[in-house]
């Protein structure tokens, strides 16, 4: 991995196949989303049209006031009040067309778990958090999405059973408490097979720059998402990542810090292991050796399995 920033970003599910597979990552805008998302309800292999898409990135749209209504994260050991979240297990079945029902399928609630061998922080801690709104899990813009990104990494890796095991995480960092840290764990590696990163917005803040670095190399990049319903893809075999931390910026007459400095996204980890469906500590597959600029990452201190 040696990427330029300009070469991050792909328009179309071919080109985000091709940069995952030459250096880890991609950057996918709003509007090429919007375009893959919309295939999913294609029912012949047409590409969708135009008015496919603006419905679609119309419906993305609308789900963005749910980031208004997560619960607080009670699970931060530096004690911050600044993650909201709510959490979602589900399997996707690649072997029927993406806008099949049984396509994408809600699993129970579990608790959400990662060895500390990929976040220090956090793991060992069976994480239990509040349920992802009915609303956001029944919308057909938003399965379509996480269906269409999970056929687009089984292009780069294909899971070996034909089914993605998925945790999505709408969260928000705030800095209603002071400082938010959208990853107080420093760079890391889920310990999935892809992520992706879904920025839903930035409102009055400073900060926030996304970090990915070869997890067995020297190189990386740093860079801001800041596009609405734009998504950052990586091949977490490949690659470690992290966010800064954001403060707020000064408020306007009238306006208060905690109402709008936030920065709401939402992180889907794809694996091909299953978690646990009731509760118990799910099997993870054994980590690899951490290289060296993974641990000096970890000492110094972004959906399909765990997250942070």
């Given at each position: 991995?040696?990427?330029?920033?300009d070469s991050l970003a792909c328009t179309d599910l071919d080109s985000c196949v091709q940069h995952l597979g030459r250096q880890g990552l991609a950057l996918l805008h709003h509007a090429g989303l919007a375009r893959l998302s919309a295939g999913a309800r294609a029912t012949t292999a047409a590409e969708p049209t135009a008015s496919d898409v603006a419905i679609t990135s119309a419906e993305l749209a609308a789900l963005t006031p749910l980031w208004d209504d997560l619960p607080p994260d009670a699970h931060l050991k530096d004690g911050g009040r600044y993650r909201q979240r709510r959490h979602a297990s589900l399997v996707q079945r690649l072997d029927l067309p993406a806008g099949a029902a049984d396509a994408l399928l809600l699993a129970p609630p579990r608790a959400h778990w990662q060895p500390t061998t990929y976040n220090a922080l956090h793991g060992g801690m069976l994480r239990w958090f509040a349920p992802v709104d009915e609303r956001m899990s029944n919308s057909p813009a938003w399965r379509a999405l996480v269906v269409q990104v999970g056929r687009l990494f089984a292009q780069?890796?294909?899971p070996t059973d034909g089914r993605w095991y998925i945790e999505a995480h709408p969260f928000?960092?705030?800095t209603?408490?002071?400082v938010g840290r959208p990853t107080p764990e420093g760079a890391h590696r889920d310990g999935v097979d892809f992520v992706a990163v879904v920025m839903v917005g930035r409102h009055h803040i400073v900060g926030g720059e996304t970090?990915?670095?070869?997890?067995?190399?020297?190189?990386?990049?740093?860079?801001?998402?800041?596009?609405?319903?734009?998504?950052?893809?990586?091949?977490?075999?490949?690659v470690i990542h992290e966010s800064t931390p954001i403060q707020p910026l000064e408020p306007a007459p009238g306006d208060t810090p905690a109402r709008l400095a936030r920065h709401p996204g939402a992180d889907l980890p794809v694996g091909r292991v299953p978690g646990s469906a009731d509760g118990v500590t799910p099997q993870r597959p054994k980590p690899r050796s951490a290289s060296p600029v993974t641990r000096q990452m970890r000492h110094s201190g972004m959906t399909r399995a765990p997250r942070p």
């Open positions: 991995m040696n990427p330029h920033l780069v890796r294909p928000r960092i705030t209603a408490g002071g970090r990915v670095f070869d997890a067995a190399g020297p190189y990386g990049l740093r860079f801001t998402l800041a596009e609405p319903w734009s998504v950052l893809l990586l091949d977490d075999e490949r």
